[in-house]
Nanobody
Framework: QVQLVESGGGLVQAGGSLRLSCAAS????????MGWYRQAPGKQRQLVAD???????NYADSVKGRFTISRDNAKNTVYLQMNSLKPEDTAVYYC?????????????????WGQGTQVTVSS
C-alpha cells in the first residue's frame, strides 16, 4: 500500500514563512516526480511547484522567488519552503507524486495524492 502523508500547514501572518513536508511510504522503488498543488475555495486545484528525482524544478509564476521545492530521495520526502507569504496563498495544499512501486512481484505505477493541509495567511 502506497500513501503520502503531509505535515506543516497552519496560520501565519502576511510576510511570514511555513514549511510543508510530504513523505511517501510503501514498497516504492522510484518516484520520478513529486509536487505540490493548491486549491483555494471556489477555485480549481493548480500546480504550485514540482521536482524530478534529478532535481529539476518547475514553479508557478505566482510563487517564483518566494517558494522553494526540494526533496530527499533517500526518505521519499518532498518539501515546500514558503517565504514572503501573501493572503492570496491561502489554500489547501496537496502533495502529489508519480510513484513506481512493487505489488507482489509486479511493478506498478500510479499518481498518488496526500490528504491536504490548510495554509492560511492573514493580512
Amino acid at each position: 500500500q502506497v500513501q503520502l502523508v503531509e505535515s506543516g500547514g497552519g496560520l501565519v501572518q502576511a510576510g511570514g514563512s511555513l514549511r510543508l513536508s510530504c513523505a511517501a511510504s510503501g514498497r516504492i522503488f522510484s518516484i520520478p516526480v513529486m509536487g505540490w498543488y493548491r486549491q483555494a475555495p471556489g477555485k480549481q486545484r493548480q500546480l504550485v511547484a514540482d521536482i524530478t528525482s534529478g532535481g529539476n524544478t518547475n514553479y508557478a509564476d505566482s510563487v517564483k522567488g518566494r517558494f522553494t521545492i526540494s526533496r530527499d530521495n533517500a526518505k521519499n520526502t518532498v518539501y515546500l519552503q514558503m517565504n514572503s507569504l501573501k493572503p492570496e496563498d491561502t489554500a489547501v495544499y496537496y502533495c502529489k507524486a508519480d510513484i513506481m512501486y512493487w505489488s507482489g512481484s509486479r511493478r506498478n505505477t500510479g499518481d498518488y495524492w496526500g490528504q491536504g493541509t490548510q495554509v492560511t495567511v492573514s493580512s
